[in-house]
């Protein structure tokens, strides 16, 4: 058997202060290892359907056997969301979609998994690392060498990402995985966070805190600031259970840029 850790969350989820609905939606299943945040698109109602039916149809995720096993069940309910976003979208005659950013664990092992610009961070020894990576025009822009980083950061059109579920036949994710270790702690976020908290601010708050009280006081900076968008934010903490584990089987999936 490998290590076994217990988690603490917190959650929080608001429309902000430039809009009258909220089309973000998280779902938090402990249980089955599986954290999320997805934040619509396609106006009202389109963007919050997109959302909850990323929501509803991993809600049935159930308990994995294996790290293997929570990947496909995952990749398998996010398939059966996208092509009941797209169904919709064609009945209704407009491009809804939702970003997603998920955190997977089983054992000792995590996976982050992400489509479009919501953000997984993690804290670890006090140190923030951004481990997903936008999926928007600017940052292809900036990978294909056409634009410099300074360049990227006032691109006009910086926030229009390029990947979301729900706009094409296929779900286009990548990947990042690791090992587990105590107090481990991860922020997963829509984008309405990260356009007024920046990423020092986050480590500060996520790691002087505990996860709900963590999320309530970036909200209330978030809010403090404008809070243009609709803003969620889930913060998840690993506490190690065992003090000796044997290597169990791995996330058989790929790496970003591997």
């Not at 990042?176 to 966070?193: I, M, Q």
């Not at 909200?219 to 506490?239: C, K, Q, S």
């Amino acid at each position: 058997m490998g290590k076994s850790f217990r988690f603490e969350t917190g959650a929080v989820s608001h429309t902000g202060l430039a809009r009258d609905h909220n089309e973000d939606r998280f779902l938090s299943e402990p249980a089955s290892g599986l954290w999320l945040v997805a934040d619509g698109m396609g106006g009202h109602l389109g963007g919050e359907y997109a959302s909850g039916s990323i929501v509803d149809h991993l809600a049935s995720i159930g308990k994995p056997s294996s790290a293997p096993d929570l990947q496909a069940r995952f990749v398998e309910r996010i398939g059966r969301a996208n092509d009941e976003i797209q169904n919709h979208a064609l009945s209704s005659g407009g491009t809804i979609g939702s970003t997603v950013v998920a955190l997977l664990t089983f054992e000792q092992h995590f996976a982050c998994v992400w489509s479009g610009d919501s953000r997984i961070y993690m804290v670890r020894d006090g140190q923030l690392t951004q481990l997903s990576r936008d999926h928007t025009e600017a940052n292809e822009l900036l990978d294909r060498g056409a634009i410099t980083a300074e360049e990227a950061e006032s691109w006009p059109r910086k926030n229009v990402i390029t990947r979301a579920v729900g706009v094409g036949e296929e779900v286009d994710l990548d990947h990042k995985y690791g090992t587990l270790r105590n107090r481990d702690t991860f922020v997963l976020c829509s984008d309405g966070l990260t356009a007024h908290v920046d990423d020092p601010e986050i480590r500060e708050i996520a790691n002087g805190n505990q996860p709900q009280k963590a999320c309530e006081m970036l909200l209330d900076m978030t809010l403090d600031r404008g809070a243009t968008d609709n803003t969620t934010v889930m913060i998840v903490r690993a506490f190690d259970k065992t003090e000796v584990a044997a290597f169990s089987e791995f996330f058989d999936i790929q790496q970003q840029g591997a």
